[in-house]
């Protein structure tokens, strides 16, 4: 047999190049999941004496639906997870000034008066709908159907009603007047 014997010691080009290109694709796909691809946000209960980002006032205590911002590079930089709130009212206000500055949201989570046993109550002339801040009374902001306009108050006073079912939302405006929006119509 002639020609050359293989040098078992060296690696072949080929093999550096596949090794070299598989590595740096590795390298990519790793940055740009992390530039883009967070992990998907879950709401968090917002009882234990946690306070409103906006007025600072503890949120399981006052009436209204509570709401939760989740936004990308770790903002709120006071702590980690989302941004919190006693009214979604109070919410969208705080979204459009951080909307302004750059930040991107995540996910937003607001109470669902379509999954918790809610009450009314008469309060100095108004009735005022009551809150809900476990973790389970939190659907995806962006789902609801938001019943505006029709005098039941929360913490902050007149407030977006946040259903996650349509119908509700529909019942809640036949028997207490007001409309029913959506999300994107709130956020434009």
């Known amino acids: 047999m002639t020609g050359r014997r293989p040098d078992r010691t060296s ?6 190049l596949i090794g070299t290109a ?11 999941a992390d530039a883009g691809e967070a992990e998907p946000a879950e709401p968090i209960a917002l009882t ?25 590079d770790d903002k709120p930089e006071v702590r980690d997870g989302p941004a919190y709130f006693d009214s979604v009212a109070e919410l969208l206000n705080y979204r459009d000034r951080r909307d302004a500055r750059g930040w991107t949201v995540r996910a937003t989570f607001v109470t669902d008066y379509s ?3 809610y009450e009314l109550n008469e309060r100095d002339g108004s009735r005022r709908i009551s809150t809900h801040a476990d973790v389970a009374a939190f659907a995806d902001a962006t789902d609801c159907y938001y019943v505006v306009d029709s005098g039941v108050r929360g913490a902050m006073g007149d407030e977006y009603l ?8 529909t019942a809640f405006v036949d028997d207490h007047g007001g409309t029913v929006s959506q999300w994107h119509h709130l956020v434009e």
């Open 48 to 72: 234990d004496g946690r306070t409103c980002d906006v007025c600072g006032m503890t949120i399981a205590d006052h009436y209204g639906p509570a709401g939760q911002i989740f936004y990308a």
């Open 162 to 169: 946040p259903f996650s079912d349509y119908e509700e939302a």
């Open 22 to 32: 598989a590595l740096a694709s590795a390298g990519l796909a790793g940055c740009l």
């Open 11 to 16: 690696t072949p080009r080929r093999q550096i």
């Open 115 to 117: 999954s918790v046993d």
